[in-house]
């Protein structure tokens, strides 16, 4: 499974992160927060799947933020080293000695 995933380019994987991150916070808000917290009597309390559906909402939410801000440093980055790359120019010594002679 982790081949599988790390097979993939940057951006579907961090599409596939994204998708996951979704699930998560679904299954936190709509699923614990809304209904089973809202249950009678849960087995726990209501108290701890308030805070369980909230830990996860948070989370899912800083996961998708964090996915988001490595894709977007990953394009700048790949921009700045194409940039660099194209301002490098080669020079061979032998060519700049000819034009500093003035014979």
């Known amino acids: 499974m982790i081949k599988y995933f790390m097979s993939r ?4 994987r ?7 991150c979704l699930i ?9 927060l809304n209904y089973v ?7 726990l ?3 701890v ?5 909230s830990a996860i909402s948070i ?7 964090l996915i988001l801000k490595f894709l977007y440093d990953h394009k700048k980055k790949k921009e700045r080293k194409e940039r660099k790359r194209k301002k490098h120019k080669l020079f061979y010594l ?9 014979e």
């Open 9 to 12: 380019s940057i951006a579907e």
């Open 14 to 20: 961090g599409l596939i992160g994204i998708i996951g």
């Open 24 to 32: 998560l916070f679904a299954f936190g808000y709509f699923f614990v």
């Open 37 to 43: 917290s809202t249950l009678e009597d849960p087995p």
């Open 45 to 47: 309390g209501n108290t």
């Open 49 to 53: 799947y308030i805070l369980f559906g």
């Open 59 to 65: 989370v899912s939410v800083l996961g998708v933020v």
């Open 94 to 102: 032998k060519d700049n000695k000819k034009n500093n002679n003035p």
